[in-house]
Structure formats: C-alpha cells, structure tokens
C-alpha cells in the first residue's frame, strides 16, 4: 500500500518548537519510526509552509494512488482551499494533529478539513501518526 504523510507550517521545527506542546521527537525521527514500523507501506514524505505545496500533495497522492496522513499545523482552521482538495480526491484521508487542539485556543478547535477527511487523532502526540498508518491498513489494535 502507498500512503503519503502531508507536514504543513511550522512541522519542520518538530523537536525544537515549543516542546512542551508537541514534544522532542524530529519530524525525520517520525518518518523513521513510521519506515521501520511498517516496511511494508511504500510511504513518500512532505513537509511545507506553503499552502498551495499542501494542494498540490493531496493531488498527487491521488494521482498515485496513495492514501493520506496529514497534519495541516495553522492550515487546518484557516484553508478552505486545502479543504476542497481533500474533498476532490477519491481516496482515505486522516487528519492528525500532535497537540489536542480541542484542549487549546478556541480558534484551534475548529478544523476546516475535518470535515472532508475519513478519520481524526488529535491529542496522542506523534503516535498519532502511527494511529492514522494504522487506520488506513485497517489495523486493530
């Protein structure tokens, strides 16, 4: 299986960005574990501050045939653009976010994208990414 992990704003600074809220692990540390703990997934990694990259890795992973594990970081609650490209692609897309952004500022507890997205972890740190992996295989457990 093919699935692509989307990084929007600011999640290159994993490990160094307020750790108190979103940890020490590096973003390259969770793509690694994620490797390692399925091998067997042919996985293709981005990561950018810019929305329109955002769009255009929803795009492709469709074209590819990949399903998704995104964390759209300040994208989630402002980007409607974002939000119709997931809504546009035939293919399973979660929604993971490091913090939970249900226990943050009230601007953070609306997401945009949700909506349009197959699945939601938020609040289990970057486990939650292994928790979106696992949704997509239709793992258990």
Do not use: W
């Not at 989307?6 to 690694?32: D, F, K, M, W």
């Not at 293919?91 to 976010?97: D, L, M, P, S, Y």
């Not at 943050?104 to 909506?115: G, H």
């Amino acid at each position: 299986m093919k699935i692509t992990i989307i990084n929007g704003p600011n999640l290159n600074l994993l490990g160094s960005r307020e750790t108190r809220v979103y940890g020490q692990a590096s973003l390259a540390s969770v793509e690694e574990g994620l490797r390692s703990t399925f091998p067997s997934v042919e996985f293709t990694f981005t990561q950018s501050n810019h929305e329109g990259d955002l769009i255009d890795a929803v795009q492709e992973a469709a074209k590819q045939g990949s399903q998704v594990v995104i964390n759209p970081g300040g994208y989630t609650h402002t980007s409607v653009a974002l939000r119709d490209a997931i809504a546009a692609v035939n293919i399973k897309v979660v929604e993971v976010h490091i913090s939970n952004i249900y226990d943050r500022e009230d601007f953070r507890r609306i997401s945009l994208t949700a909506p349009k997205c197959d699945a939601i972890v938020s609040g289990m740190g970057v486990f939650g990414y292994e928790a979106g992996v696992r949704f997509l295989l239709g793992l258990k457990g």
